[in-house]
């Protein structure tokens, strides 16, 4: 304030400073502030704790300039970033090694001239590049979605989805940090982990396609399911989640479907509704990354809004809380503000975390009793997708 | 009516403030279609811009403007090109997706096409975003999660979208 | 409007519309529609009309997706844009040639990895780039300023202030569209053309420094002028405006210096102040583009606002009118809103244009009579300087 | 107080709007000096966060903090930085600017070092702009309008500013 009043007074400058001594006097004996040094912030931690998250951002109107960013939410803190080229999709963190991966789009002049397409390398511990593995440039150019780049389960091979509108799988190997190859997944999309070799693509007929793979990042083999998504009257979104053995799908009208995927084979559960019956003719599921899972308690957490057919990546101000065991409503939390995203921290202090493409903001809930905790502002300008570190 | 609008208007109050212009939808996506049923059109130079009319009201700026029931992106109408021609300096890409949009000015259905314009940052005006029809990008001849500039000639750099008529339903 | 309906009663699909006939029955006898050719818009004029601008924008968040904006400030239109890499200043058009300069800097890798800078030359008939020249790395990364990069005044060479920090000025030889040297202008910055193939730069000890260039694009001599600035109690913005053979620099305080630049030399004309000594306790210049010039009426206006020392760059309400010829004020014009950048239309029916990099918006003015015509909303993110075509 | 909050009070009606974190500034330089009079101390890690005490209050993260008395740019201790260290993955521009800074808390005038951090993008968030005691760039050792990372180790890309203490007045 100090600095306002000089102002009016037209008496800016700093050293003019010095004549508004406010209450120094009473500070007259304390010892002069010692030269700090310019460091760098000590290193993170490799695998943060539990409430830390990943915030991807396509930055759509410019979007040569993605990013990605670390926060922890406990204490309402930007951590630090990743610069991460055009049309980003997200960072894939790892469980069992120091290190991120980030699918990245580059041109030679920004917005034109020659594409390149690598996989970056980044240490948690510091945020800067470690490696930079080259891919064809064939990543897919979509709307973020978090099954566009996945590790298998025993995080021996990063398996990016392709669309040139060919459609395949680019195959990099993180232990010799190569390209190794690509699977063909024709008419069928994205990256589904089954376990430590395997994957399922969904298919536009409905069915999926399972896929084994080798030491070599080559298929072992691969075979569609039966039809278990009807993609004409009710489709399930791409936004499943996974506990386990189990991912969870919503379909645009609310229905769950459970698929189990042990042992390499897939099969669906029995089907259950988010809503009633006479909830359906106003709620449905929605957003960009529209459910999140709690392992340890199976709870599935799923954004609601009160809308039609066509409404299925709109935002919700509501979430609803279910028991994946029984398919029952266990809770509904209230939103301090539309979210298109929500995640779910895996700790037995749960967090529930949400941002919306047309904000700035993550807000930060209490998972269990819904309370919002606090707003942690200006976090990019169309945040996509969260990952937990 | 944009979907911003419309979110508001369902309640979120300090949605006001982050849904300006900077706190935009970004939708990256296109329900392609027809790549084969609607081959482009030999390249001409010189779109005009619509004139309104009776038999094709609206604003081709406006998110409202009937073509658009099915669009996605920044509109080229605001961008230096119009309903049915790309900003200069940009490429249409060469496939398409399409909508089936009711024209209230001759109550007839038409068939639209979205191409994309590429080659140049975000144009980053009109964003507008109708998603009805869409469906998940695991049948991406019906999916607008897609950015088609992706096959265009100068590549994956999505500018803006226009909706120009192929047909009639 | 129906749209919003539609939402609300659970029938949202486009094909649905079909049922909201409106006032589509009094339209049975009209033509169907014809199919529409996908096209490019019609070339632009390679010289538009004198309303026509070209906005820049740093992108200050975003600052590898940088931009210059080309508006038709009597429509109101947005009528195409350039894609300019990172931390970019601004575009050069040409009056004698059909071609636009665009020196821009770009890292393989977005915001890391090798900087290549290069003049892209782009055609005005189509905003597409025609050409390119690879210069060196050294571009000056400064706030935007129009004297940062400009053509002699033959148009022959282009002229790029550098700063690594040692300064120099790279010369691109438009003839042979080549990189054709550097001329060192060691403690002297940015390029004020004075004649068909000579500039100065302004100097940190408040000389000038006179620079001669010859066919080759070396320099045929330079010299120093003697003291015309005060740099240290009272110094000259670097945002001087040139009509003819004189430029006018206005100083923080608001005292005009006229440097005549005929034939090679450069005199200092007498000084004269914007503001009365009474209005100098309140007003003051201020902005990131504050000044303009109207040659044909020798009319310069500057943006003025309330403040004092260290205001230099704040934008400012009021934009105030004066005779060049008198040092007489003619008017005041009030801002429909704060404006650091002004840019004056040189024909007889003056637009007053004005931006300013907090805002999104380009306003338009009768430059005459001070009236606010319209809003060009949504130019930008950081619109920094304004160029005319 | 932020300059664009002063801007508000000196009466732009729909400023509020515009000047949103979207709407900022946007500078991009620096008041250079002291390269040669305030080398580099040798990199150190492990840098602390500030704790508010009586000698030296205020929030690091305010643009009011005192030591932003000639800062411009983003607050690296909003940006996973602090006052004196740089964000994960970024480097320390070797030249640096600097201000003279009044502290309340002890009324002594500190030598304040406003080096920047570079190579990732803009940070984006804490924009600061005081621009007291800066001159035009022809005098670059006392201009706060060059971008000091084009001189570091990893080049032009600015991510934040530093605020930190190299001397006593």
């Keep these: 304030m100090w600095r306002a009043e000089q102002r009016r007074r037209g008496r800016p400058r700093a050293l003019a400073c010095a004549a508004v001594v406010l209450a120094a006097a009473g500070h007259a004996a304390l010892a002069q502030l010692p030269v700090e040094p310019l460091v760098n912030e000590p290193a993170l931690p490799a695998h943060p704790g539990p409430h830390w998250v990943w915030v991807n951002d396509v930055v759509f109107d410019y979007m040569a300039d993605g990013r990605a960013y670390l926060i922890d939410a406990d204490a309402g803190k930007f951590r630090g970033m990743l610069s991460t080229g055009y049309g980003y999709v997200g960072v894939v963190p790892a469980r069992t090694s120091d290190v ?213 990546k709109d935002p919700g101000n509501e979430v609803w809380v279910f028991d994946t065991a029984t398919g029952a409503r266990t809770r509904k939390i209230t939103l301090a503000s539309p979210a298109g995203s929500i995640q779910v921290t895996e700790d037995d202090k749960p967090l529930l975390l949400a941002t919306f493409i047309g904000s700035h903001n993550l807000e930060v809930y209490d998972a269990r009793s819904g309370k919002h905790l606090r707003t942690v502002p200006d976090i990019g300008l169309t945040p996509t997708t969260m990952l937990l570190p | 009516m944009k979907l911003v609008d419309r979110w508001m208007e369902e309640g979120a109050r300090d949605l006001a403030r982050r849904t300006s212009r900077r706190g935009m939808l970004g939708r990256l996506g296109f329900v392609l279609a027809g790549a084969v049923a609607f081959p482009l059109l030999p390249m001409a130079r010189g779109a005009a811009a619509k004139a309104p009319s009776a038999s094709d009201p609206g604003d081709p700026s406006s998110c409202d403007y009937w073509r658009h029931c099915a669009i996605d992106g920044f509109l080229c109408s605001c961008c230096g090109g119009t309903q049915h021609s790309c900003p200069p300096g940009t490429e249409p890409s060469a496939v398409t997706w399409i909508g089936t949009c009711h024209n209230p000015g001759d109550a007839k259905d038409y068939i639209v096409s979205y191409n994309d314009c590429c080659g140049k940052g975000s144009c980053g005006r009109c964003l507008c975003n109708r998603n009805e029809g869409d469906r998940p990008i695991y049948a991406p001849f019906r999916a607008n999660d897609y950015d088609w500039c992706a096959g265009s000639k100068v590549g994956m750099p999505y500018h803006c979208s226009v909706a120009r008529i192929v047909g009639t339903k």
Tied chains: 1, 3.
């Design chain 1, 100 to 312: 991120l991966y980030s699918p990245e789009t580059y041109f030679a002049r920004g917005t034109r001239g020659a594409r390149t397409d690598v996989v970056t390398l980044y240490d948690p511990k510091t945020l800067s590049p470690a490696g930079e593995v080259p891919i064809p440039p064939k990543r897919a150019a979509i709307m973020p979605m978090v099954n566009a780049s996945v590790l298998t389960d025993d995080e021996r091979f990063l398996l990016i989805y392709n669309f040139t509108p060919a459609q395949s799988v680019s195959v990099v190997d993180t232990k010799s940090r190569r390209f190794v190859g690509e699977l063909d997944t024709a008419g069928c999309a994205l990256v589904y982990p089954t376990g430590p070799r395997s994957f399922f693509s969904i298919c536009a007929d409905g069915s999926l396609l399972k896929v084994g793979i080798d030491e070599q990042g080559k298929a072992t083999g691969s075979a569609h399911t039966g039809k278990l998504i009807d993609a004409e009257n009710d489709p399930v979104t791409e936004k499943g989640v996974r506990s386990g053995d189990t991912y969870w799908f919503v379909s645009f009208k609310g229905q769950v479907l459970p698929l189990k995927v042990a042992a390499g084979e897939i099969s669906a559960g029995p089907r259950w509704w988010l809503t009633s019956a006479q909830e359906r003719r106003q709620w449905r599921p929605g957003g960009l990354q529209h459910l999140a899972i709690h392992r340890s308690t199976h709870e599935l957490y799923a954004i609601m809004h009160q809308g039609g057919e066509g409404t299925h």
